[in-house]
């Protein structure tokens, strides 16, 4: 059985009639990830709340209920039964839940319960799913989370960095892999691919350690991410380029497209609308559903606004908002093919990817001085951290001002004899 854990403040009714009434509970650690709290009410009995770590940075605060869903209540004025009216050591084995001996729980059965997880939370599982079934379960799926060493993960780990990337292919193909490269770019991205692989099994074996299906975490806790992998350079287009793309887009995949640059949405959010998501009285996206799970609203410009307007004239509202030439939805993937030919044909190099499309509005966005906040919100994120991180260095700031204004000049460079093309007179282009 569990230690029981001593709380001089929560284990006796005495010692919680001392307590100040207040909303938020007195929590007391009970495990790692674990935590048994008592919220002291301003008349009555106190209540048992358990806040567990949900391995992604967050928690989840729930309270003790009985089966048939009652507030479970602390032992304040009657004795404890075991099952309504818990003392302190009561609600602690409740919180922990069933004790589970170590056995046959597997890191499969971890990714198909976490899976569920995000699934029953309403965020998207797309990402984790593809890393279960590519990386996670095809190694370690058979391995018992009790058998489970660091050095396991460890090795697991690094495999991944010095594995060829995989093709896409289709369903029933035998899977190809792109020669690898050793560039120093490369390799960081390759650290970094690992590092987002071993976020989504931690985050699964936590809710397996959360849960009770295994004694110690301390395995895993001791698996640190590679450092220093996530300072990738974004690709973005000038409005130039994107015009070009624009143009080079088959007919069928232009909208698709169009609609991401003058929304910043992502492809699964653009091909996911319906008619009636677009607003245009307020001229504003309805994403329903996102990476995140949560929805936002997405304001648009005039000119984007028109181009939905365009898509959903004469249409009713449950209809996909953007559909194929034979009336079907895209698809998973549906972009990549038709980017990679619109590059070619637009004579866009580097290629760039669907989700460019995404950075390039973020990026053209934050150099028009958009406010950081308002770049956030479009694109779904919780707060500015991600937009500082990836975009803050394009936006204009006081010190490049300052610089301009005030740091020295030498008068040493010349002027360039060479006239750009476009600039030349009798230029015909």
């Known amino acids: 059985m569990p230690r029981q854990v001593r709380d001089a403040n929560l284990e006796t009714r005495t010692a919680r009639s001392r307590l100040r009434v207040a909303h938020k509970p007195y929590f007391r650690l009970i ?8 919220r002291k ?8 709340i358990v806040r567990r770590y949900r391995g992604d940075g967050t928690y989840a605060v729930e309270n003790l209920r009985t089966p048939d869903g009652a507030l479970v209540i602390a032992d304040d004025f009657v004795e404890p039964d075991g099952v309504a009216v818990l003392s302190f050591a009561q609600a602690q084995q409740k919180a922990r839940g069933p004790h589970v001996a170590v056995g046959a729980y597997t890191v499969a059965d971890a990714m198909t319960s976490y899976l569920r997880l995000l699934a029953s939370d309403g965020r998207s ?5 593809y890393r279960d079934r590519a990386f996670i379960r095809p190694k370690l799926g058979a391995v018992k989370l009790a058998a489970l060493t660091t050095d396991r993960l460890r090795r697991w780990r690094d495999e991944l960095v010095h594995a060829a990337p995989r093709l896409r292919t289709r369903q029933g193909e035998q899977q190809k892999h792109r020669e690898l490269a050793e560039t120093d770019d490369a390799r960081r991205a390759r650290r970094a691919t690992a590092n987002r692989t071993w976020t989504v099994l931690r985050a ?5 350690f959360h849960d009770g299906k295994v004694e110690s975490d301390l395995a895993w806790r001791k698996v640190k991410p590679f450092k220093k992998v996530d300072a990738a350079r974004l690709r973005y287009l000038s409005i130039a380029e994107a015009k070009r793309l624009i143009n080079a887009c088959d007919p069928e995949f232009r909208p698709v497209a169009q609609a991401a640059l003058q929304s910043g949405a992502r492809y699964g959010e653009l091909i996911r609308l319906q008619v009636d998501d677009f607003n245009p009285d307020a001229n504003t996206l309805a994403i329903r559903q996102s990476k995140s799970g949560k929805a936002r609203h997405v304001a648009l410009t005039e000119e984007g606004a028109a181009l939905f307007k365009q898509l959903a004239a004469g249409r009713s509202g449950s209809e996909p908002l953007l559909r194929r030439d034979d009336g079907e939805v895209f698809g998973k993937s549906h972009q990549a093919r038709p980017m990679i030919d619109a590059c070619q044909r637009a004579k866009i190099k580097p290629r760039i990817s669907f989700h460019g499309l995404r950075h390039t509005w973020a990026s053209l966005a934050i150099m028009n001085a958009v406010p950081l906040m308002v770049v956030a919100h479009n694109l779904g994120h919780a707060d500015t951290r991600m937009v500082e991180k990836h975009y803050g260095h394009l936006a ?15 008068g040493t460079v010349a002027p360039s004899p060479v006239v750009p093309i476009a600039l030349s007179r009798g230029c015909n282009r």
């Not at 009410?41 to 048992?48: D, V």
């Not at 599982?125 to 799913?129: G, N, R, Y």
């Not at 204009?396 to 030498?410: E, L, M, T, W």
């Open 31 to 38: 495990e790692p990830g674990l935590h048994l709290g008592y």
């Open 41 to 48: 009410l301003a008349s009555g009995p106190g209540t048992w």
């Open 125 to 129: 599982i797309t990402d984790a799913q």
């Open 204 to 208: 699964a074996l936590n809710h397996a």
């Open 396 to 410: 204009p700031s006081y010190i490049a001002d300052a610089i301009n204004a005030g740091a020295p000049r030498f």
